[in-house]
């Protein structure tokens, strides 16, 4: 019971007359595991439903259903294995284990025929993953662009709207509550990267890779990229991005140009938002709260719920439903985007022609080019929109830019997003 345990006990309490009014039967907790018995959680919990040892909640032979909101690594796995292995029904919002360890505890999840809910492990209150899941079911999912994480969302919002700068805004996001506990994972993609890795799994029906999966984060996003991409009429949002085409996947996170008549463009602040393809519902969006004690706890409510049902009778839905009909990911190299260039130059003759020249013959097109008046001789930003090329290309192209005696700091690179 940290923050979010916390959270789902006083909703689980005040929301109890509504739960059984619905459900037709009333829950009850047997045990709830603490590291530190005498802290304040501003809940009034029963003491001696408190234990400092959770290992205690494995062997109740009375409990049907464990709820690990623990956010550790080991000691999450075992607990969650040693639920599986003794029948009881899991319960979890663990995104970084289920990305690294997804596969491995549903082999051991259908081998006991015992189901594992995890709809707090993206997007927070918003159900994503039983409408991936379930409702999206009758579809091949074609693609999924989604902003799910808070921080870095908020970071960018407020460099946009405020013209904080990265730091400041970082700090402004961790007083809100939003920050991993290592900070890193929020900016540098990785937290990005384990929610699209759970997304692209439950899609294509395979646990995906997590070394598969292309990340960058936030980090190098200067105030200048932000403006740049604002006078060619973009924002700049840190998108998880999965697409599907002939049983290969794509499953990349990176910062993205998407053009601000996008209704993602929009979505600023601390909130998430996923817009899904799919070949029979078409388009769909969704957009809420991705973190936060309560709409976390609104996603492991449902899923308590959803445990409790399964509980009354089996079924073949344990959580995760394995296919075959995709199952590699292209390479980065291969993939193909539009992008976004920034080189910083000497502002004199022939510059221009040298990076075109280099471009032209990577048979990679420009589509716009933007150079701020400056004084003759003067270092100065050039941007460069360019049309769709693979990223081997535009590695080539990067290094010969870099290699030029008129290009001063290494280039920004900042791939486009027409969602077409
Ligand atoms: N640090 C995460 C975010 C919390 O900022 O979105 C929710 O997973």
Wanted: contains cysteine.
């Amino acid at each position: 019971m940290g923050n979010f345990g916390a959270g789902v006990f006083k909703h689980l309490t005040q929301n109890r007359a509504l739960l059984r009014e619905r459900l037709g039967y009333e829950m009850s907790i047997g045990k709830i595991a603490v590291r530190d018995l005498g802290r304040d959680r501003g809940v009034d919990v029963p003491p001696q439903l408190l234990t400092t040892n959770w290992r205690e909640l494995l062997d109740d032979s009375s409990t049907q259903i464990i709820v690990e909101l623990m956010g550790q690594k080991e000691e999450s796995l075992e607990l969650i294995l040693g639920a599986i292995e003794r029948k009881k029904i899991v319960v979890t919002g663990n995104k970084a284990l289920l990305a690294e360890h997804g596969k491995e505890i549903f082999e051991s999840a259908f081998a006991h025929k015992v189901p594992v809910f995890f709809e707090a492990a993206v997007g927070g209150g918003i159900p994503i993953i039983k409408s991936i899941r379930e409702a999206f079911i009758a579809n091949h999912i074609q693609s999924v662009h989604g902003i799910v994480n808070g921080t870095s969302n908020y970071i960018l919002t407020r460099m946009t709207e405020a013209g904080l700068g990265f730091k400041e805004a970082l700090a402004e996001a961790q007083a809100a509550g939003y920050a991993e506990a290592d900070p890193a994972l929020d900016v540098n993609g990785g937290d990005a990267a384990h929610k699209a890795i759970i997304l692209a799994s439950l899609a294509y029906g395979f646990w995906v890779p997590p070394e598969k999966v292309f990340v960058e984060g936030i980090e190098n996003i200067s105030a200048s990229d932000i403006c740049f991409a604002r006078q060619f009429g973009y924002r700049i949002k840190l998108l998880a991005i999965l697409k599907a085409n002939e049983g290969e996947i794509e499953v990349r996170v990176h910062p993205t140009l998407i053009p601000e008549s996008h209704v993602l463009a929009s979505v600023n602040g601390v909130f998430n938002a996923m817009a899904v393809k799919g070949d029979v519902v078409g388009e769909s969006l969704f957009y809420g709260r991705g973190a936060g004690q309560d709409a976390t706890s609104s996603a492991v409510i449902s899923d308590i719920v959803e445990a409790a049902d399964a509980l009354q009778s089996p079924r073949r839905n344990l959580g995760f439903m394995p296919h075959g009909l995709y199952g590699t990911c292209k390479p980065i190299d291969q993939i193909v985007s539009e992008y976004y260039l920034r080189l910083t130059v000497d502002d004199r003759p022939g510059v221009i022609a040298q990076v075109a020249g280099i471009l032209g013959a990577l048979n990679i097109g420009i589509s716009s080019i933007l150079q701020p008046e400056a004084a003759e001789g003067e270092i100065v930003s050039l941007v460069l929109m360019i049309h769709r090329a693979t990223n081997s290309q535009m590695t080539a192209a990067l290094a010969q830019m870099e290699a030029l005696e008129c290009v001063k700091k290494q280039p920004r690179m900042i791939r486009v997003e027409h969602f077409s």
